[in-house]
C-alpha cells in the first residue's frame, strides 16, 4: 500500500501501482468522470500513470487551468494529426496549449493552409476525437527519435530532440499517430467533443526572425458543444471592448511605424488618462510614506551584469548601446530595481532609518517579438508603477501586507473585484534558473505564503512562475467577460541586496543586509489601461473621464450660453467640454455616446430662456433648472435640496463634482 495525500490534507491509502484514475474512482465515481489529468508531486502526470511512492496528488477537471492546459495540448495532437490527414508532406514542429486554447506551428511546404480548409480540418478532428483513442506514453532513446524523424525528413524535431538528454525522451501515441511529447494528456480523444480554428498566423521557427517562417494554427476545444458556443459568444463582445478598437475611438494612443513597432503614442485624451491614475497612486503612496524618485532610460551595462538582469534576459532585450569610448556599452532599462539599488546606495542608513520606500513611474524597454506584440498589452516600451522598499527583515511582513492593503485599494477604486492571488515559487526541480541562496528562497517563499495567508486572500500556488531573484504574489484579475489577467504584483527579494552590497547599520552597531520588496499595483500602465478600457467597455469610473460632459448648443445661437455652462462647469471642476461642430444635434449625441462621455447636457432657446439645460445621462433625459452663485455657495445652500432630490445645473454640478472629488474616499 502507498499513502497519497490529497489538496485537503486528507490521506487515502491505495494498492501500489494504482493510477491517478483509481484514486479519484475512491473518492467518487461522479468526480472521477470529470476527471481529466493530474499531477503527483509538483509533476504533471498522465490519469494512467502507476504510482509507486507515497505522494501528493492534485486531480483535475475542466475548471482547473491545469485542466485545461492537458485537454488543450491532447487537443494539438489530434489537430496536428487532422492537418497530416489532407496535407501528408506536411512537418510538424510544436503544439503547445496557451491561454484560451492551442496551436500547432507546421511546415506546410509548398502547400497553403487557407481558410476553405477549416471545416474539413474540424470535422476529421472531431472523427478522430470520437474514436476515443487512448493517449499513451512511451519512452525511447535518443538515436531511435532522431532515426525516426530523419526518415520523415523532419529537421524541426530533429533539432529539438539533439538539445534533449537521453533517458529523458518520450513519445505520445492514440490512433496511428505519434509525437514528440512530454506528456499531461486527457486519458482519451472521446473527452473532446466540440473544436473550432481561430485564425491562422505566421511564426518564426523558435521565434527567430532569421530562420524559416511557419504556418502556425490556432485552435480552441471543449468538452461540451454548448462550451464552445457560449466561448464565441463571449469572443464576439470581447471584440466590442477590444482596446485597440476603443482606443482609436476614444483618442487615447495611436502607433506609427516611422517610430516603430510596439512604442506607443499617447494623444492629448490618453495622456490626460495617465497623469490622472498617476496622480491617483502618487497621492495614495505619499500617505503611505514613499517617496518618489527619478532614474535614466539607460544604464551602464556593468549595473544589469551585477543585477543580473543581463545574463538572464540579455539576448532577448535591445542590444547594447555604444558610446565613442572604446569598449563603453550601455542598456536601455529593462528594470528600475538596478537604479534604485544604487539610490539606496547613494549614503549610509542606519536601522532607525528603515525601510526607505522609493517609487517611480519608470520606462522600461523589452525587446518583444514582432509576432508577439499586441496593443498596448504586449508592447517592447511601457512605464511601470514601480517602488522599491528596503527594510530590516523583522519589517518585512508589516511592510508586506501594507503593499496588500494599497493594492487593494487600487483594485476597489477601479473595479477589479474577481481576483486570484497567485503565489509564484521557484521551479522545484530546475533551479538554475535563478539567483541566490536556498536559505533566502524559502525565507522569502514562507513570508509570502504567510502574509497572503494573514489577510484572507483567495490563493493559488504555481511553481516554475517566480522572478529570477525571488518569489511573488501575482494579482490574477478577472474581467467581465471571464478572462484573466496578471496585474498587480509584489515580490520578496534578499537577492539584489546582497548583489549590490546593500546595508544598514543596526542597533548593535553592525552593517547588516535589508531585504527588498518590488511591488507595482498596476504592472505596467500600458497594460493596465488596456485591461481598464476593456473591463470597463471605455466606460471609466467618472472621476478617470477625460470628458465628463459635453455641452451641445443646438444652433450657433446658444454658443455663448453653453460657453456660460462649461465655465459654470468647469469653476466646479467639473469637465467639460462644448460641441461647436456644424453638425445635426442628434450626429452630435451619437459621437459623444460614441466617445463614453457620461453626461450631455443640451441647449436651446427653451433653456436659454428658461435658464436652465437638457441634460442627458445613463438613465433618461431629465430638466435641471440654473440657479445664481458659486458651486460653493449652491453646495451650503442646495445641500438639503439635494437629499430631498430637487436638483437643478448647481445641484447637478455639486453631484457630479461628489462624484469625482469624494469617489475613492470611501475606500
Known amino acids: 500500500m502507498i499513502k497519497i495525500t490529497l489538496p485537503d490534507s486528507s490521506i487515502r491509502e491505495v494498492d501500489i501501482n494504482s493510477t491517478p484514475m483509481d484514486v479519484a474512482i475512491s473518492i467518487s465515481s461522479g468526480f472521477a468522470r470529470n476527471v481529466i489529468s493530474a499531477s503527483f508531486n509538483g509533476e504533471t502526470v498522465e ?354 501586507k501594507n503593499v496588500i492593503d494599497l493594492v487593494m485599494y487600487v483594485f476597489r477604486a477601479l473595479g477589479f473585484e474577481d481576483f486570484t492571488a497567485q503565489i509564484s515559487l521557484r521551479d522545484r526541480d530546475d533551479k538554475s534558473k535563478y539567483i541566490g541562496s536556498d536559505e533566502n528562497w524559502e525565507k522569502a517563499e514562507k513570508a509570502i505564503i504567510d502574509a497572503a495567508k494573514e489577510k484572507g486572500l483567495k490563493t493559488v500556488i504555481e511553481y516554475g512562475e517566480a522572478a529570477f531573484y525571488g518569489p511573488k504574489l501575482d494579482f490574477m484579475v478577472k474581467d467581465v467577460l471571464g478572462r484573466s489577467w496578471q496585474l498587480g504584483t509584489i515580490q520578496v527579494d534578499y537577492n539584489l541586496p546582497e548583489r549590490f552590497d546593500l546595508t544598514y547599520k543596526g542597533a548593535d552597531n553592525k552593517l547588516h543586509r535589508p531585504v527588498m520588496i518590488h511591488r507595482a499595483p498596476f504592472g505596467s500602465m500600458e497594460r493596465f489601461i488596456a485591461i481598464l478600457l476593456e473591463n470597463t467597455a471605455g466606460k471609466f469610473p467618472l472621476w478617470l473621464m477625460t470628458d465628463q460632459v459635453t455641452i451641445l448648443p443646438i444652433s450657433e445661437k446658444h454658443l455663448e450660453y453653453a460657453n456660460k455652462v462649461s465655465e459654470q462647469l468647469s469653476e466646479a471642476g467639473i469637465r467639460a467640454i462644448v460641441d461647436s461642430r456644424n453638425e445635426k444635434t442628434g450626429r452630435k449625441v451619437r459621437d459623444a455616446e460614441i466617445k463614453k462621455i457620461p453626461y450631455i447636457v443640451i441647449v436651446g432657446d427653451k433653456e436659454m430662456e428658461d435658464g436652465s439645460v437638457s441634460l442627458r445621462g445613463t438613465t433618461e433625459k431629465q430638466e435641471f433648472k440654473a440657479s445664481e452663485g458659486s458651486a460653493d455657495k449652491a453646495l451650503e445652500e442646495k445641500s438639503n435640496e439635494i437629499k430631498s432630490g430637487a436638483l437643478n445645473i448647481n445641484d447637478f454640478i455639486i453631484f457630479v463634482l461628489d462624484k469625482v472629488k469624494k469617489s475613492l474616499k470611501q475606500f
Open 47 to 400: 490519469t494512467s500513470t502507476k504510482l509507486t511512492t507515497d505522494g501528493s496528488l492534485v486531480l483535475y477537471t475542466f475548471k482547473d487551468e491545469k485542466g485545461k492546459e492537458a485537454f488543450w495540448h491532447s487537443s494539438a495532437h489530434l489537430l496536428a494529426q487532422s492537418i497530416k490527414f489532407f496535407y501528408p508532406k506536411v512537418k510538424l514542429t510544436i503544439g503547445p496549449a496557451v491561454d484560451n486554447g492551442f496551436y500547432y506551428d507546421v511546415d506546410m511546404g509548398e502547400d497553403i493552409f487557407s481558410e476553405s480548409i477549416f471545416k474539413k480540418i474540424e470535422d476529421k478532428f472531431l472523427d478522430f476525437a470520437r474514436g476515443k483513442f487512448e493517449f499513451t506514453m512511451r519512452s525511447s532513446t535518443k538515436q531511435e527519435a532522431l532515426d525516426f524523424y530523419k526518415s520523415e525528413g523532419n529537421e524541426y524535431k530533429v533539432e529539438l530532440i539533439e538539445n534533449l538528454e537521453d533517458g529523458t525522451i518520450t513519445f505520445c501515441d492514440h490512433s496511428d499517430f505519434t509525437d514528440l511529447c512530454r506528456g499531461g494528456h486527457v486519458p482519451n480523444t472521446g473527452i473532446i467533443k466540440a473544436m473550432k480554428i481561430m485564425s491562422v498566423a505566421g511564426a518564426y521557427w523558435r521565434g527567430d526572425e532569421k530562420n524559416k517562417q511557419l504556418t502556425r494554427v490556432y485552435g480552441v476545444s471543449f468538452p461540451k458543444k454548448k462550451e464552445l458556443t457560449e466561448h464565441l459568444e463571449k469572443l464576439e463582445a470581447a471584440k466590442e471592448r477590444d482596446h485597440r478598437k476603443l482606443g482609436k475611438e476614444l483618442e487615447l494612443y495611436t502607433f506609427s511605424k516611422k517610430v516603430g513597432a510596439g512604442l506607443p503614442l499617447w494623444l492629448p485624451k490618453g495622456a490626460a488618462l495617465r497623469e490622472r491614475l498617476e496622480g491617483f497612486l502618487k497621492e495614495a503612496q505619499k500617505k503611505a510614506g514613499y517617496e518618489m524618485v527619478i532614474t535614466p532610460h539607460i544604464g551602464h551595462k556593468e549595473l544589469y551584469i551585477t543585477s543580473g538582469h543581463y545574463e538572464k534576459y540579455g539576448e532577448d532585450s535591445f542590444q547594447p548601446i555604444k558610446t565613442p569610448k572604446d569598449g563603453e556599452e550601455y542598456l536601455l532599462k529593462p528594470m528600475n530595481c538596478p537604479h534604485h539599488c544604487e539610490i539606496y546606495n547613494d549614503k549610509p542608513y542606519s536601522y532607525k532609518e528603515l525601510p526607505k520606500r522609493f517609487a517611480e513611474f519608470g520606462t522600461v524597454y523589452r525587446y518583444e517579438q514582432s509576432g508577439e506584440l499586441h496593443g498596448l498589452t504586449r508592447v517592447r516600451c511601457f512605464t511601470q508603477d514601480d517602488a522599491h522598499i528596503f527594510c530590516m527583515p523583522e519589517q518585512l511582513d508589516t511592510e508586506f
